[in-house]
């Protein structure tokens, strides 16, 4: 795989990863049954972020920042 299809990839992941719910909101009354599988799902992604050398917590930023709410610490 190209550099360039590599970054491709990681850009669309990380914009799919600013539309899924976060972990917290995942729950049986909301996912039903298959609330185990998203939490699973989510991990995955949140992994190969990780092993991308890209930390999770400040994606949505980077795909959103004039939406984003300033750090406050």
Not at 57 to 65: A, D, F, L, S, V
Request: glycine residues 4%.
């Amino acid at each position: 795989m190209t550099d360039k299809q590599h970054d491709g990839l990681l850009e669309a992941l990380k914009i799919a990863f600013t539309y899924m719910p976060k972990a917290i909101e995942v729950n049986k009354y909301e996912y039903g049954e298959r609330y185990q599988t998203v939490l699973e799902h989510i991990q995955a992604v949140r992994e190969v972020l990780l092993m991308n050398n890209l930390d999770p917590e400040e994606i949505y930023g980077e795909i959103n920042p004039d939406i984003t709410p300033n750090s406050s610490y």
